[in-house]
């Protein structure tokens, strides 16, 4: 428990919350409801110090939070009190979001909320446009799985995150991050699908700021992601341990 009410975890989560903020003020004009891809990569440096990538004890956001739990990196205390203050960022940053721009922007890019399906104008009446639930879903898992093999597994590896830099894992994770989002919606094509979330707890801001259609589907962003975990630390402990050089 003193992990968990120590003064260094809860500085730490403080760091969260404003990282979370700031999150959400990084919005795509040109697309629906996706940040842009430069965000994860100001999250990793504004949520922690930069010692995060050398001990891993700071994950930013909940995919990472989960999987770091479920590989042994962190405790279960340590874990919660992460993704509840990546949970009350996401709210903060809705809010502050809210604040600043008018009620067009707000609608138009759902407060830069994650989106399965959306309700348009149509000949006869409103009509709801987006992806299947399914389809989203299986999308979700993999970029999940993907994200976490492709980028986050380098910073969980001593020897990659030594021999590759802070700067340069930080890089990667946003282009990796920045090009699943960008795949997801290009492959699908489908209007009033915002892309992969990547990241529950800045979907979870806008859907409980603005509320209403955000909440369609909005368990596909916490489900698929924590299966995609789940898939993630399975290929982990499949790897031999002498092949493994994690914290």
Known sequence: ??????????????????????YLHITDQNRHTQPSTIGPSCLCRCSSPPRYLSHLRRPHQP??????????????????????AQCVGGILGSLALKAVVDRAIERTYSLAGCTVTIVVPGVDGPT?????????????????????????WM?????QA???GRVMICVILGIVL??????????TAAKGYGGAGLNPARCLGPAIVR??????GHWIFWVGPAIGCVAFALYVKMIPREHTHTY
């Open 1 to 22: 428990m003193e992990s968990f009410f120590g003064r260094a975890s809860w500085d730490r989560n403080a760091c969260f919350c404003l990282g979370h903020s700031s």
């Open 63 to 84: 995919i990472v939070t989960f999987a770091a739990l479920l590989t042994g990196l962190i405790s279960i205390s340590k874990a919660v009190i992460y993704i509840l």
């Open 128 to 152: 709801v446009i987006g992806l299947g639930t399914s389809q989203a879903l299986w999308l979700e898992i993999i970029c999940s799985f993907v994200f976490l093999f492709a980028s986050v």
């Open 155 to 159: 910073a969980f590896d001593r020897r």
């Open 162 to 164: 030594k021999a590759i």
């Open 178 to 187: 920045g090009l699943l989002v960008y795949i997801s919606t290009t492959v």
């Open 211 to 216: 509320g209403g259609h955000l909440w369609n």
